[in-house]
């Protein structure tokens, strides 16, 4: 199951207690205050982690507490410090307030992490508190409370490009066919339930991350099919790459059907259409399709070299589709985190 939003509800673990304790030994009379101090509690921190690719890890816990701090014990003994909890989240979870949604973190590299509850102080033992005029001191302090909070993980994942098209057009065949990835490919719409991310690799060895999402239908703006919800997921790629179908025997304009496209990305987010893109019209292995293509070309109004006609079940036109992609995205916004 793909989740990409939760609530949780965090807390550090509390200080232990210091204690009040005496040093009791029988050569040594009124042998002062021995008692410890508590342990620090343990921290909520998170951490990014490029293997993990969905929040579903958190669906059913929404409380988690990191360790108390035990208390100090005699001989001053300071109590054990309780252990951190490192939740691991996907590289892309954005920390938001629960209330007000704000973002108050964004971790996207691998291994970043961030303290979201520091762990409460351990109390001081009456060791602390012995002075030359009180050598039997009666005074501990109590461990602090770890800090709490109630935040919203969201993912958005990062990716170097983004998929976009109609169901069924073949996005996932594509993404198979560049980044050598096994996803589930069937004849029928809405097949792709969640984002699938794959490595197209150059020969240079360089690398960028390619993210296949849901299919988009008419008005998805209104929650029509799977809605837009997906579109968070290519909302932070460099470059988009629209998918469009050439369904010969069916009643459908692809070119009206790329104008669509668009006009949901603009719903969504108008940035969206700022992006540097490409267009790759899909199964020109099959026949009669010549003059759907032929039609959209002549009515493409961005410049030629943007469009491209590919098979992406046989490969055809991939190569060149796969260059192009590389002179679409500098070379330093490479996924180098997902290596
Ligand atoms: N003839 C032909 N069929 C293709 C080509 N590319 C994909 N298909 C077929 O089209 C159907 C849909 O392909 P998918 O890759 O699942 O399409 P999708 O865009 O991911 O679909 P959703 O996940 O439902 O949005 C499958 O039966 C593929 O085999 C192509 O280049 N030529
Ligand atoms: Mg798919």
Redesign the pocket.
């Known amino acids: 199951m793909f989740v990409d939003s939760v609530t949780l509800q965090l807390s550090a673990g509390k200080g232990g207690d210091g204690v009040i304790s005496w040093r009791r030994e029988k050569f040594i009379p009124k042998g002062g205050p021995a008692g410890g101090d508590g342990g620090n509690g343990g921290s909520v921190i998170l951490e990014a982690d490029p293997q993990i690719h969905s929040l579903e890890d958190y669906r059913n816990k929404r409380i988690l507490k990191a360790e108390s701090g035990r208390p100090g014990g005699s001989n001053n003994c300071t109590g054990k410090n309780g252990s951190d909890l490192i939740l691991k989240v996907p590289c892309g979870t954005l920390v938001k307030d629960s209330v007000t949604k704000e973002v108050l973190y964004d971790l996207t590299e691998k291994g970043q992490q961030w303290k979201i509850c520091q762990g409460g102080k351990g109390g001081k033992g009456n060791s602390r508190f012995k002075t030359p005029t009180n050598q039997a001191p009666f005074v501990y302090t109590k461990g602090t409370a770890g800090q709490e909070c109630e935040v919203e993980l969201e993912l958005k994942l990062i990716a170097d490009i983004g998929f976009v098209?109609?169901?069924?057009?073949?996005?996932?065949?594509?993404i198979?066919e560049l980044a050598h990835i096994r996803v589930?490919?069937?004849?029928?719409?809405?097949?792709?339930l969640r984002p699938n991310l794959g490595i197209l690799q150059f020969d240079d060895y360089s690398r960028l991350l390619l993210a296949?999402i849901?299919?988009i239908i008419e008005d998805a703006h209104e929650d029509k099919g799977l809605g837009l919800s997906f579109l968070k997921h290519i909302e932070r790629t460099s470059a988009l790459i629209y998918?469009i179908?050439l369904a010969p025997y069916q009643d459908r304009d692809p070119f009206e059907e790329f104008l669509m496209l668009r006009r949901e990305l603009e719903a969504y987010n108008s940035e969206m259409l700022s992006k540097p893109f490409l267009v790759a019209i899909?199964?020109?292995?099959?026949e009669e399709v010549a003059s759907l293509a032929a039609s959209f070309r002549e009515r493409y109004p961005f410049d030629a070299s943007t469009l491209f006609e590919?098979?992406?079940?046989?490969g055809?036109g991939t190569d060149a589709l796969k260059e192009a992609i590389r002179n679409l995205v500098p070379r330093q916004l490479l996924a180098e985190s997902y290596v």
Do not use: C, H, R, W
């Open positions: 098209g109609m169901p069924n057009a073949g996005k996932s065949t594509l198979s589930k490919i069937a004849p029928y719409p809405f097949t792709t296949d849901p299919g998918v179908e899909n199964k020109i292995d099959q590919i098979s992406a079940l046989n055809i």
